[in-house]
Structures are given as structure tokens and as C-alpha cells.
């Protein structure tokens, strides 16, 4: 069965204690990758796509690469106002929509 | 600009209401998404409009009856709710087309309606 799976479900650091989030998939026919932050009662905030195996994004301090089974979101010197709860998307020729995965909430302590 | 505007931005309504959620979005987006948010879940697709027609509908209760009057606008009309209908519910947009080949995929997302259903 398809599946997007994203761990930790949370995940506490303290500022500057660089961490991994991670999103693994089994989906036949990839089509892209997507991450995104979501803060509490507000929309999804688009961070990267990426659509090939081997491809890497950067963005500040967040950096999201992509193998063939699965994708890091590297969170590299973190500050407070990283918290949030990062969600991994996928879209796939068989699922014809986007599939979220569960999110990992960060908590980024001063 | 990649901005959805959703309005209101928080509703109350009863059960024998009848309330609308309003999307708009001007960045040429020619598909448009409706999804449901509980807390502490990933949100869940409920309908996919592409070029104002309705593609996908994912096995949502009548109550719930989407509308996309134009190709910048997208409405969700809401009539008998029940309590676990409560949520946010999100608005997003992008140029993908489903079921077509087409790559690029991004969705863009409005800062949600909270809806509380009493």
C-alpha cells in the first residue's frame, strides 16, 4: 500500500543543536516531493519540491535532499522561531492527488 | 505573489445554519483545492477543481457543496453541519492540473477558516 511516513512525530532541540526530519515514502511513479511549515491555526507555508533522486534544496538554515525511498529535512543551527511542524507531501502518478504525511512537530527552546 | 485569501477568517454557525467559505486566488492557478484540518493532523483533501470543473471529490458528505464560480474564486457552502465538522478548513491553489503529466505540482495554501459547529 502507498504511504507517506514522516518521524519523529516530535521532536525538542535546543537553539543551535542542528537536527534530521524525515519522510519516507512508498509510492510507485514519483512526481515530486514536497515540504512544508505549518504554525498553529494557520495554512501550510510552501518551503521545497524536489523531484528527482539526488536533488538537494537549500533555504537558510534548511536544507531538504531526496533518495529514492526517502527525504531529510536537515535543520542546521535552529533558532526558536524554526518551531513549527513540518509536513512532507507527495505526489504520485497512482494517488492523482497530493498524500500529506503526519508532520513532525519541532520546538526549537531558547 | 503567492497569495490565497480565505474569508472569514473564523466562523460559529448551528446546526441548521447555512454559512459559505470563500477562497480567491489571482496568480493564474487553473486548480483549486478545498481540505479539512483537525487538529494535530495532516489535512485531508475533500474536493479539486481544475479549470472550474470538479475533478475529484473525495466521498464528502452533502452538507458540504463546493462552487467555483470563476477561475480565481472558490466557494464552499456549508448547510446542516454537524459538531465534528468542526476544523479548519484550507483553501490552496496551483497550476497542476490531476491526472495530467505535468510536473509542476506546487500548492499553495490560504491561511484557513476555523469553523466551530455548535
Known amino acids: 500500500e502507498d504511504q507517506v511516513t514522516q518521524s519523529p512525530e516530535a521532536l525538542r532541540l535546543q537553539e543551535g543543536e542542528s537536527s534530521s526530519l524525515n519522510c519516507s515514502y512508498t509510492?510507485?511513479?514519483?512526481?515530486?516531493l514536497f515540504w512544508y511549515r505549518q504554525d498553529p491555526g494557520k495554512g501550510p507555508e510552501f518551503l521545497f519540491t524536489?523531484?528527482?533522486a539526488g536533488e538537494e534544496k537549500e533555504k537558510e538554515r534548511l536544507k531538504a535532499t531526496l533518495t529514492k525511498k526517502e527525504s531529510f529535512l536537515h535543520i542546521t543551527a535552529p533558532k526558536p522561531e524554526d518551531s513549527a511542524t513540518y509536513l512532507c507531501?507527495?505526489?504520485?502518478?497512482?494517488?492523482?492527488?497530493?498524500?500529506f504525511g503526519s508532520g513532525t512537530k519541532l520546538n526549537v527552546k531558547p | 505573489d503567492t497569495e490565497v485569501t480565505q474569508t472569514p477568517k473564523h466562523l460559529v454557525m448551528g446546526m441548521t445554519n447555512k454559512k459559505s467559505l470563500k477562497c480567491e486566488q489571482h496568480?493564474?492557478?487553473?486548480?483549486m483545492y478545498w481540505y479539512k484540518q483537525k487538529a494535530k493532523k495532516p489535512p485531508e483533501l475533500m474536493f479539486v477543481?481544475?479549470?472550474?470543473?470538479?475533478?475529484i471529490n473525495e466521498s464528502v458528505p452533502s452538507r458540504f457543496s463546493p462552487e467555483c464560480p470563476n477561475s480565481s474564486l472558490l466557494n464552499l457552502h456549508l448547510h446542516a453541519l454537524q459538531p465534528e465538522d468542526s476544523a479548519l478548513y484550507l483553501c490552496a491553489s496551483s497550476h497542476f492540473i490531476p491526472g495530467a503529466r505535468v510536473i509542476e505540482n506546487i500548492q499553495y495554501f490560504g491561511a484557513g477558516t476555523r469553523l466551530s459547529v455548535l
Open positions: 507531501a507527495v505526489d504520485a502518478y497512482n494517488f492523482n492527488k497530493f498524500y
Open positions: 496568480m493564474g492557478h487553473r486548480a
Open positions: 477543481y481544475s479549470y472550474e470543473k470538479l475533478s
Open positions: 524536489l523531484y528527482s
Open positions: 509510492v510507485s511513479g514519483l512526481r515530486g
